[in-house]
Structure formats: structure tokens, C-alpha cells
């Protein structure tokens, strides 16, 4: 079975930082584009950033200055630092990954369960 795993999120104050992992596991042959989305109450789900195999990234206007998404392909990972948090930023951050399995060798689209992230004083 593959999946994927998040951590890192929690409660932190305007203008703090935090940093969130998500890892695939399972039996993957290779993954390809990842990336960060998120959910607000009430509001659509939103793309936080992204980034390709070969490291180019792509952000959200929102995001763009505070959050850098960056993975280490040899684990798997993929990690957002977010700095400089709003209280707008308070939101459900899911990951994604467009991995390729070695029993299909097809692509599929993973999501994490999601982790909250709460920036209030």
C-alpha cells in the first residue's frame, strides 16, 4: 500500500514559523510532481505550492516570500517552511504526490490526511 504521511503541523503566533513533512511509502517506483494545498472552513481548497522532480516550484500569491516547498527525493519527502504566518494562513494543509508505483507502474495521485495549522495569538 502506498501512502502518504504528514506531521509538523500546530498551533503557532502571528509571524512565527513552522515547518510541515510529508513521506510516501510503500512501494513506489518513482514520484514526480508534489506539492501543498489548503483548506480553509468555509473556504475552497486552495494550492499552496508545488514542486517538479528536478526541484522547480511554483507558489500561491498569497504565499509567495514566506512559504518555500522543497523534498529530498532520495526519502521521498516533500516540506513546506512557512514564515511569517498570518492568521489567514490558518488552514488544513493536505499533500499530494503523483507517484508511480512499481505494481502498476502507472501514475496515481496520493493525498495525505491532512494536518491543521492555527496561527492566533
Known amino acids: 500500500q502506498v501512502q502518504l504521511v504528514e506531521s509538523g503541523g500546530g498551533l503557532v503566533q502571528p509571524g512565527g514559523s513552522l515547518r510541515l513533512s510529508c513521506a510516501a511509502s510503500?512501494?513506489?517506483?518513482?514520484?514526480?510532481?508534489m506539492g501543498w494545498y489548503r483548506q480553509a472552513p468555509g473556504k475552497q481548497r486552495e494550492l499552496v505550492a508545488t514542486?517538479?522532480?528536478?526541484?522547480?516550484?511554483n507558489y500561491a500569491d498569497s504565499v509567495k516570500g514566506r512559504f518555500t516547498i522543497s523534498r529530498d527525493n532520495d526519502k521521498n519527502t516533500v516540506y513546506l517552511q512557512m514564515n511569517s504566518l498570518k492568521p489567514e494562513d490558518t488552514a488544513v494543509y493536505c499533500c499530494?504526490?503523483?507517484?508511480?508505483?512499481?505494481?502498476?507502474?502507472?501514475?496515481?495521485?496520493?493525498w495525505g490526511q491532512g494536518t491543521q495549522v492555527t496561527v492566533s495569538s
Open positions: 514542486i517538479t522532480r528536478r526541484g522547480s516550484t
Open positions: 499530494y504526490a503523483a507517484a508511480i508505483t512499481t505494481s502498476s507502474l502507472s501514475q496515481v495521485n496520493l
Open positions: 510503500g512501494s513506489i517506483f518513482r514520484i514526480n510532481d
